[in-house]
């Protein structure tokens, strides 16, 4: 299934495991890039892994076919992710510490 088939079928039903699955199987490089740009720890890496596919199968429903690009569509909202989690963690972490 290519990126373009897995999004259009996760905008219709975000809980498509087979779209998911060949989603994170497509992106697996591209991810795990940015990724590793966000986050130190393996155990938060992983726990952005399954967010980001979470988040991935909401947003679907935002791509429109022939206005963008799949894969720049792909790349900006797994980014946008990876900000907010670090954003979060960051801000979890220092409402810990006072």
């Known amino acids: 299934m290519t990126n373009e088939e897995a999004i259009l079928r996760l905008g ?7 779209a998911l699955i060949a989603f994170a199987e497509n992106n697996l490089t591209v991810m795990k890039a940015l990724i590793r740009r966000y986050f130190n720890s393996r155990a938060m890496r992983k726990k952005a ?7 991935i199968s909401i947003c679907a429903k935002e791509f429109v076919k022939s206005e963008e690009s799949v ?24 409402l810990r510490n006072n």
Do not use: G, P, Y
């Open 71 to 94: 894969d720049r569509w792909i790349a900006a909202c797994v980014e946008m992710e990876c900000k907010r989690l670090r954003s979060k963690t960051r801000l979890t972490l220092s």
């Open 12 to 18: 219709c039903d975000m809980d498509d495991e087979a």
């Open 49 to 55: 892994f399954l967010s980001l596919l979470v988040q």
